[in-house]
């Protein structure tokens, strides 16, 4: 980001004029000339590049999780019907026993 010149002193006095008070306005404008100025076009054009990166990578991860979620749901059906069926062979086996 390039740094454009910000003049502190002007800012807080504009700020004390809306109704700031002195060592607020001064600490607001102290904080907003050290954040080095303002972003250019360049700055919004890789910030846009990046958003667009980060949305592919999440869709990216969110597809990799249904795939994991939709597989672990497979194993946990096919675990479920394994142990009912496990269940039902016991419950007949000491029917038979009685």
Do not use: H, N
Request: charged residues 20%; contains cysteine.
């Amino acid at each position: 980001m390039t740094s454009t010149p910000f003049d502190t002193f002007s800012a807080a006095r504009a700020l004390e004029t809306a109704g700031v008070e002195c060592p607020q306005a001064e600490a607001i404008a102290s904080a907003i000339g050290q954040t080095g100025g303002y972003a250019t076009k360049t700055d919004v054009s890789m910030l846009k590049t990046d958003v667009s990166m980060l949305k592919a990578d999440l869709s990216t991860l969110e597809s990799r999780m249904e795939a994991r979620f939709s597989s672990l749901e497979a194993r946990m059906y096919r675990a479920l019907w394994i142990q009912g069926g496990a269940i039902v062979a016991i419950l007949a086996a000491l029917k038979l026993l009685a």
